[in-house]
């Protein structure tokens, strides 16, 4: 995992690495927020209520690969790491065919486009972080992100900050 780059965990995951996980006991999904009509009210749960909208995009996304390459409807019979490297080209398939908008059958043609080798990078071995560490580097993207948005929200309705903090 590149530095500065973190997976989504849900519950079940603990705080630690490369993993974000959401305050546990804190409201967590939009409908909840929605539900109790109320703008969130702490940085625990405008991080909760930000970090379920981007794991909901996220599941969209994975939606849409799945129903343009079935294959991935299937378990796979691969290690983890080609596993990990198929999902790449999938994605990098998919912009390619949204960028120059070619039909799905016709991307195999030879033709116009030239395909390259990509270098081999170096990539430094990043340090996994302590759960105490990760902690509190939650609780500072939740505060500075608590802090930002009030200072946004400032003058606004109620109404509006629901709407908004997603």
Not at 36 to 52: G, I, K, M, V
Not at 137 to 160: L, N, P, V
Request: charged content about 25%; proline content about 4%.
């Amino acid at each position: 995992m590149p530095n500065g780059r973190y997976y989504l965990g849900d519950a079940g995951y603990v705080n630690t690495g490369n993993i974000l996980t959401p305050f546990r006991r804190t409201r967590y999904h939009l409908r909840e927020i929605i539900a109790a009509r109320d703008a969130p009210e702490t940085y625990q749960e405008l991080f909760n209520l930000r970090h379920s909208t981007l794991r909901n995009e996220i599941e969209r996304i994975f939606g849409v690969l799945k129903r343009r390459f079935l294959f991935l409807q299937t378990p796979m019979e691969y290690d983890l790491l080609t596993q990990s490297r198929i999902i790449f080209a999938v994605c990098g398939l998919h912009n390619f065919i949204r960028k120059h908008g070619v039909a799905d059958d016709d991307i195999f043609e030879a033709g116009e486009f030239e395909i390259n080798e990509p270098e081999e990078q170096n990539e430094d071995v990043v340090p996994l972080i302590t759960r105490q560490g990760m902690d509190t580097f939650r609780i500072q993207i939740a505060k500075d992100m608590f802090e930002q948005w009030q200072a946004y929200t400032g003058a606004r309705s109620r109404a509006d900050l629901i709407v908004e903090a997603g």
